[in-house]
């Protein structure tokens, strides 16, 4: 842009417009407020808009209880909004056996305990998260609290492959019952129940070492 001191100037069309980009291209300009905010404020025009064309129409015993369920279903869906990031960010950050300190045979007992008392989620939880500690003390995975349902599923996979879709199924479901809200019933309990004992029962496989040749 010319400085305060230079002439005046009268630019042409598409100088003008190219000055007028490069000075809205700078950060002062740039929108600082959040997704949640910028919707905020969405709503919030949308009610003016309504008070301003019919406000003045309608009597209060009407106008007042229809901004109440507007203001309801804008408060409502930005909750629903924020609590799925943050699910998906526990999600994302937290492993199965976080803050986790037991033997597989004491998490096979809590999960027996639950799934007498019928709470077949956490017991379904606990079986998977069995299987995954008898995993890491048959030294078939590393200890690693931070590992996901995901993960402990693609690296038991290789060592047992007659068992890699029941694998896979469990792990998936583990995400959905612990982060999904979804509710485990007593043939699920006992579909993890069985696919954790008989992953203890059968020998691992182990790739077969490369053969070296000259």
């Given at each position: 842009?010319?400085?305060?001191?230079?002439?005046?100037?009268?630019?042409?069309?598409?100088?003008?417009?190219?000055?007028?980009?490069?000075?809205?291209?700078?950060?002062?300009?740039?929108?600082?407020?959040?997704?949640?905010?910028?919707?905020w404020d969405w709503a919030r025009d949308r009610l003016d808009d309504l008070l301003q064309g019919v406000g003045g129409a309608l009597?209060?015993?009407?106008?007042?209880?229809?901004?109440?369920?507007?203001?309801?279903?804008?408060?409502?869906?930005?909750?629903?909004?924020?609590?799925?990031?943050?699910?998906?960010?526990?999600?994302?950050?937290?492993?199965?056996?976080?803050?986790?300190?037991?033997?597989?045979?004491?998490?096979?007992?809590?999960?027996?305990?639950?799934?007498?008392?019928?709470?077949?989620?956490?017991?379904?939880?606990?079986?998977?998260?069995?299987?995954?500690?008898?995993?890491?003390?048959?030294?078939?995975?590393?200890?690693?609290?931070?590992?996901?349902?995901?993960?402990?599923?693609?690296?038991?996979?290789?060592?047992?492959?007659?068992?890699?879709?029941?694998?896979?199924?469990?792990?998936?479901?583990?995400?959905?019952?612990?982060?999904?809200?979804?509710?485990?019933?007593?043939?699920?309990?006992?579909?993890?129940?069985?696919?954790?004992?008989?992953?203890?029962?059968?020998?691992?496989?182990?790739?077969?070492?490369?053969?070296?040749?000259?």
């Open positions: 842009m010319p400085g305060d001191d230079a002439p005046p100037l009268d630019p042409s069309g598409g100088a003008a417009h190219a000055w007028l980009q490069r000075e809205l291209a700078k950060p002062a300009y740039a929108d600082q407020r959040s997704w949640l905010q910028r919707l009597p209060l015993y009407v106008l007042i209880p229809l901004l109440l369920v507007i203001l309801g279903i804008v408060v409502f869906a930005l909750s629903r909004l924020s609590g799925g990031s943050a699910r998906k960010q526990d999600a994302a950050e937290d492993g199965v056996l976080t803050e986790v300190d037991l033997t597989a045979r004491q998490l096979r007992e809590r999960a027996g305990r639950s799934s007498a008392a019928g709470a077949h989620s956490a017991a379904f939880v606990d079986y998977f998260r069995a299987l995954a500690r008898r995993a890491e003390e048959r030294a078939l995975l590393l200890p690693q609290p931070g590992r996901t349902a995901h993960e402990v599923g693609t690296e038991l996979e290789p060592y047992f492959p007659g068992h890699t879709a029941a694998i896979r199924s469990a792990a998936t479901f583990f995400d959905q019952v612990r982060y999904g809200g979804t509710d485990a019933t007593a043939a699920d309990v006992s579909r993890i129940e069985a696919l954790d004992r008989e992953l203890d029962d059968t020998r691992p496989q182990h790739a077969a070492p490369q053969q070296v040749t000259a």
